[in-house]
């Protein structure tokens, strides 16, 4: 077990019942420049919290080629009125040069390997650079994320991942929105519950999961970015 894997398993357990800005302030302190916070921007929440501990912090998008207008709006938006340093990453290929190499749609015929392409490959990249990232992961979104730490180790990209939100509760999240004003995707007021990109999301109907929008009609509930 490395060093890193060390301090992501002791501080997972120390911080376990920690405010959310104390961990991300432990993160900051830990790793400065070496930390940053991944969106994204269904909402902005975990980057409002980390831009009031650590200004100027790197927030990571991925931009799919596949968003809602509105995603990219809400991101333009975090850039012009947080303390935050926005970098866009974006996949080698455009969706043309992807539909020329695997043809059109291949979200359709087969979603792990566009979100291969389109999201996990570029985060990797993207997350080079760093030795820990932040996401808004929450234990009660679906039973894939039940178990979610507050910090962890993720295996695959052996870097410390924190998850500084993820005893939080629908409700607790539209509390702090509403105290701070938090921006959020506008299609959460649209019948969104979960927001990603527009070919796989759909609008959710009373009582379903919150992701249940989210490649509806597959067995695909994750997009391969975090398990």
């Given amino acids: 077990m490395t060093d890193l894997e060390k301090l992501a398993e002791r501080a997972g357990r120390e911080l376990e ?16 420049r070496k930390f940053c916070v ?10 409002h919290l980390a831009s009031r501990v650590f200004p100027g912090v790197d927030v990571v998008f991925l931009d799919t080629g596949y968003h809602f207008e509105e995603t990219i709006g809400t991101r333009d938006a ?3 009125v947080m303390d935050v340093n926005v970098i866009t990453l974006t996949p080698r290929q455009s969706v043309a040069e992807q539909d020329a190499e695997y043809g059109p ?37 679906s039973p894939t994320r039940a178990d979610t ?9 052996r870097k410390v991942k924190v998850s500084p939100i993820a005893r939080w509760t629908q409700h ?14 506008p299609l959460l007021m649209d019948g969104y519950a979960s927001v990603g990109c527009a070919p796989c999301t759909r ?5 379903e999961d919150a992701r249940a929008g989210r490649w509806a009609g597959r067995g695909k509930t994750e997009c391969g970015l975090h398990g």
């Fill in 38 to 47: 991944t969106s994204s921007m269904e909402d902005a929440v975990v980057a």
């Fill in 17 to 32: 019942y920690a405010p959310a800005p104390e961990i991300l302030r432990w993160a900051a302190e830990t790793f400065g």
């Fill in 203 to 207: 609008r959710v109907a009373e009582g």
């Fill in 172 to 185: 607790e999240v539209d509390a702090y929105v509403a105290e701070h004003g938090v921006l959020t995707n």
């Fill in 149 to 157: 730490p507050v910090v962890g180790w993720d295996e695959k990209r």
């Fill in 78 to 80: 975090v850039e012009a």
């Fill in 105 to 141: 749609k291949l979200h359709d015929r087969d979603p792990d390997l566009c979100c291969a392409l389109r999201k996990v490959k570029p985060l990797e990249e993207g997350l080079t650079g760093y030795d820990a990232w932040a996401t808004g992961l929450r234990r009660d979104e």
